[in-house]
């Protein structure tokens, strides 16, 4: 069982930048494909961006392609996200999920973290 807490969000002018952290609980952490989504108010939940055990390989949105990051840090048990040049149609609720070795899609999630990009 993995618990996901993500912490970062906040209010920004376009053109900022912020981190976002999700921080984990258990011990299968380092064995998970880690991922970034979000929802904006009024739309679907959709992908941002992901990252293999490893932190070897990585995949983006292409609306966030050049201007997130992903990254994770196994021996803290936690992932990040990078989020340069904001812009305000990035303002959602940003979650982190988990996906376990021999799941088929992300079976873990946080309670999210507001972000909110001002123009």
């Known amino acids: 069982q993995v618990q996901l807490v993500e912490s970062g969000g906040g209010l920004v002018q376009a053109g900022g930048s912020l981190r976002l952290s999700c921080a984990a609980s258990g011990r299968a952490f380092s064995t998970y494909t880690m991922g970034w989504f979000r929802q904006a108010p009024g739309k679907e939940r959709e992908f941002v961006a992901s990252i293999i055990w490893s932190g070897s390989a990585t995949r983006y949105a292409d609306s966030v392609k050049g201007r997130f990051t992903i990254s994770r840090d196994n021996a803290k048990k936690t992932v990040y996200l990078q989020m340069n040049t904001l812009k305000p149609e990035d303002t959602a609720v940003y979650y982190c999920?988990?996906?376990?070795?021999?799941?088929?899609?992300?079976?873990?999630w946080g309670q999210g973290t507001q972000v909110t990009v001002s123009s």
């Open positions: 999920a988990g996906q376990s070795p021999t799941a088929r899609r992300y079976d873990y």
